[in-house]
C-alpha cells in the first residue's frame, strides 16, 4: 500500500478565486501524476511528472500549473476557478516498480 | 480510435460470476492492470499481470490475458454487493517510463 495525501479533501470555492490542491506521498516515488474525473467517467492526465524540476502536460486540455520543488510534493493551481473545474481530482504515484498508487481525490466544486 | 475499451455497464446477481472486458491496441504493452473505484474514492489497485502470463488467479479475482487479441479480463467469483463499483482496465507500455493508459471504466451492479 502507498501513503498517498491529498488535501483538502472537499473544496467549495467562488469564481476568479486561486486554488491550490495539495499531494503529498512518503515512498519517495519519482514518478507523480494528476488526473481530472468527473463523477463516475473516465480519467484524464492533466500533468505528470518524472521527479523533480521535472513536469509535462498530459492528454487533456487544461488550466492549471505544477511544480516539483521537491520529490514528496506535486502542488496543482488553479489560477482562477470557473465552474467548468468543478470535478474530482486524483494525485498518484508511480517508483520504479509497476504500480500505480492513487490518492483519495479531492472533490471542487466551484460556484 | 480508444486505446484501451471496456464495456461501460455490468449487472449480476449477487453469488454469480462476474467477467469485466478490456481490449487494448498496442502490442507493446507490458504490464495491464484492474483498479477498483468506489463511490467518492480514488482508485484501489486489484491486480496486474505482465504480458508473459496468461493467467493470474488471487482469491475471487482471476485476470486472464489473451495476447493474441489484445484481451484481459478480470473474472471476480461469488459477487458480493460490496463489489459494486467502477473497474478500469489499464496498460503501460514499452519501458514503463510512460503514464498508464486508462480505458473509461466499466460499472459493475450487484444485483441483491
Known amino acids: 500500500e502507498a501513503d498517498i495525501y491529498q488535501t483538502p479533501r472537499y473544496l467549495v470555492i467562488g469564481t476568479g478565486k486561486k486554488i491550490t490542491l495539495e499531494c503529498s506521498q512518503t515512498?519517495?516515488?519519482?514518478?507523480m501524476y494528476w488526473y481530472q474525473q468527473d463523477p463516475g467517467m473516465e480519467l484524464h492526465l492533466i500533468h505528470y511528472s518524472y521527479g523533480v524540476n521535472s513536469t509535462e502536460k498530459g492528454d487533456l486540455s487544461s488550466e492549471s500549473t505544477v511544480s516539483r520543488i521537491r520529490t514528496e510534493h506535486f502542488p496543482l493551481t488553479l489560477e482562477s476557478a470557473r465552474p467548468s473545474h468543478t470535478s474530482q481530482y486524483l494525485c498518484?504515484?508511480?517508483?520504479?516498480?509497476?504500480?500505480?498508487?492513487f490518492g483519495p481525490g479531492t472533490r471542487l466544486l466551484v460556484l | 480510435g480508444e486505446d484501451v475499451e471496456q464495456s461501460l455497464f455490468l449487472s449480476v446477481r449477487e453469488g454469480d460470476s462476474s467477467v469485466i472486458n478490456c481490449t487494448y491496441t498496442d502490442s507493446s504493452s507490458t504490464y495491464l492492470y484492474w483498479y477498483k473505484q468506489e463511490p467518492g474514492a480514488g482508485l484501489q489497485l486489484l491486480t496486474y499481470?505482465?504480458?508473459?502470463?496468461d493467467m493470474k488467479q488471487d482469491q475471487r479475482l482471476t485476470v486472464l490475458l489473451n495476447k493474441k487479441d489484445k484481451h484481459l479480463s478480470l473474472r471476480i467469483a461469488d459477487t458480493q454487493t460490496g463489489d459494486s463499483a467502477i473497474y478500469f482496465c489499464a496498460e503501460i507500455r514499452n519501458s514503463g517510463n510512460t503514464p498508464l493508459v486508462f480505458g473509461k471504466g466499466t460499472r459493475l451492479s450487484v444485483i441483491a
Open positions: 515512498m519517495g516515488h519519482d514518478k
Open positions: 499481470i505482465f504480458s508473459n502470463m
Open positions: 498518484a504515484t508511480r517508483g520504479s516498480g509497476e504500480t500505480q498508487y
